[in-house]
């Protein structure tokens, strides 16, 4: 009953930008913590950014000052906004989400991926 969709994943060139959103959609009571994933080939999935309810940030290292993460609670939507774009960035990104449904359950949630290519 819930799911969350991700887009805005796709190939740029080193230096440019990319913006990534994802909808959760379903029997939604309300959403705590939203946040965005990557994994690399080989490479652990690691978290790139989060963000609560309150609207507190938190950022990996590797993309400070780089990336931005907000979100609608209206849409039920997280964007993630990724400028100055390196090779390194590469990887799969995944948008994972903490949802209470209206039978009160309460579990982690993740969409299917999106693809961030950078490379000239």
């Known amino acids: 009953q819930v799911q969350l969709v991700e887009s805005g994943g796709g190939l740029v060139q080193p230096g440019g930008s990319l913006r990534l959103s994802c909808a959760a959609s379903?029997?939604?009571?309300?959403?705590?913590?939203m946040g965005w994933y990557r994994q690399a080939p080989g490479r652990q999935r690691e978290l790139v950014a989060g963000i609560s309810s309150g609207g507190t940030t938190n950022y990996a290292d590797f993309v400070k000052g780089r990336f931005t993460i907000s979100r609608d609670h209206a849409k039920n939507t997280v964007y993630l906004q990724m400028n100055s774009l390196k090779p390194e960035d590469t990887a799969v990104y995944y948008c994972n989400a903490e949802i209470e449904t209206f039978i009160r359950n309460v579990a982690d949630y993740w969409g299917q991926g999106t693809q961030v290519t950078v490379s000239s």
């Open positions: 379903g029997s939604i009571f309300s959403i705590d913590r």
